[in-house]
T-cell receptor, first 120, second 111 residues
Framework: GAVVSQHPSWVICKSGTSVKIECRSLDFQATTMFWYRQFPKQSLMLMAT?????????EQGVEKDKFLINHASLTLSTLTVTSAHPEDSSFYIC????????????????FGPGTRLTVT | KQEVTQIPAALSVPEGENLVLNCSFT??????LQWFRQDPGKGLTSLLL?????REQTSGRLNASLDKSSGRSTLYIAASQPGDSATYLC??????????FGEGTQLTVNP
């Protein structure tokens, strides 16, 4: 099946620093990738939709200057949390929608394993 | 705005029981509905995806149904096992592949 990886799987950083999280589709191309945030014992909340070669579309209430998204290729999207604060500590999950490669359903999202961010 | 609700929030059953997880959504104009499993601290595993034109999907001991007009879906798990213990998430798909998730049902199957 389709595999999506995230790196790093967990990261601890100090308040005020920036952290970059990578999301890669390993065996398929993905024009569109999605970034979600999940707080403990809560569900996934969509943060933004990332389209290759264009600006990301952010959900209401998500600061685009704080959560920088770059989708530079058909297999890689990055999320940079700038000037991180303890309240940004969360589980960040990406997903990718297949556009080509193998017999994948183009409407289905394939999820990465998540990145645990802890800001001290 | 689509809202997805899952009931119950938590469920504890003895091994071997058949059980039903419920999901309801407010806007019936959906493209599909998907059930996921999430283990603690892990990502999502897709279990079943039902297109809006379908009424149910089955995979092994799992059966998911969809009643779009009433805004409901159920996930039926037969002969539950301790390995089924996880959080089960329901997600409704709209245009542009946007998914709206419910808050999940935390299932514990006791041996």
């Amino acid at each position: 099946g389709a595999v999506v990886s995230q790196h790093p799987s967990w990261v601890i950083c100090k308040s005020g620093t920036s952290v970059k999280i990578e999301c890669r589709s390993l065996d398929f191309q993905a024009t569109t990738m999605f970034w979600y945030r999940q707080f403990p014992k809560q569900s996934l909340m969509l943060m933004a939709t990332s389209n290759e070669g264009s600006k990301a579309t952010y959900e209401q209430g998500v600061e685009k200057d704080k959560f920088l998204i770059n989708h530079a290729s058909l297999t890689l999207s990055t999320l940079t949390v700038t000037s991180a604060h303890p309240e940004d500590s969360s589980f960040y999950i990406c997903s990718a929608r297949a556009t080509s490669g193998r017999a994948l359903r183009s409407y289905e999202q394939y999820f990465g394993p998540g990145t645990r961010l802890t800001v001290t | 705005k689509q809202e997805v609700t899952q009931i119950p929030a938590a469920l504890s059953v003895p091994e071997g029981e058949n059980l039903v997880l419920n999901c309801s959504f407010t806007d019936s104009a959906i493209y599909n509905l998907q059930w996921f499993r999430q283990d603690p601290g892990k990502g999502l595993t897709s279990l079943l995806l039902i297109q809006s034109s379908q009424r149910e999907q089955t995979s092994g001991r799992l059966n998911a149904s969809l009643d779009k007009s009433s805004g409901r879906s159920t996930l039926y798990i037969a002969a539950s096992q301790p390995g089924d213990s996880a959080t089960y998430l329901c997600a409704v798909g709209a245009s542009g592949s946007r998914l709206t998730f419910g808050e999940g049902t935390q299932l514990t199957v006791n041996p």
